[in-house]
């Protein structure tokens, strides 16, 4: 029977980083604030699978503390009073509009006058 999954929105509370388990093998992991409410206290979450370090390299200059992404997470659990999960699918969320702006008139700033 597969595991069951919750899908959601979480903003990173830090950049996403690689780790490495005892026997060595990497995965991106991620401390997150749940923007559904699901977990008040935020969640960590683990990507095992292959395709995370893929994703990490081709999107860590925008996986930073605030960007939102869309996960899909199994395996959740309290640990030492963290929950943490495993994640089983991720992508970058839509930008907020207000993010937008801001990145706007931050890239107006840079330009010279």
């Known amino acids: 029977m597969p595991a069951a999954s ?3 929105c979480a903003a990173l509370r830090y950049p996403a980083y ?3 388990t005892p026997d ?3 995965f991106m992991y991620l401390a997150l604030r749940d923007t559904t ?3 008040p206290d935020g969640i960590s979450a683990a990507w095992l699978e292959p395709e995370a370090l893929e994703f ?5 200059a925008e996986l930073v503390a605030g960007r939102c992404v869309d996960l899909e997470i199994y395996h959740v659990r309290s640990v030492e ?3 943490r ?3 089983k699918a991720c992508a ?3 930008k907020a509009p207000s993010h937008i702006k801001h990145e706007e008139k931050l890239h107006q700033q840079e330009q010279p006058a």
């Not at 990490?56 to 860590?60: C, D, E, G, N």
């Open 37 to 39: 409410g699901l977990f």
């Open 56 to 60: 990490l390299q081709s999107h860590q």
């Open 24 to 26: 060595g093998k990497t």
């Open 18 to 20: 690689k780790r490495s």
């Open 85 to 87: 999960a495993r994640i």
């Open 6 to 8: 919750i899908k959601l």
């Open 92 to 94: 970058l969320a839509p």
């Open 81 to 83: 009073g963290e929950m």
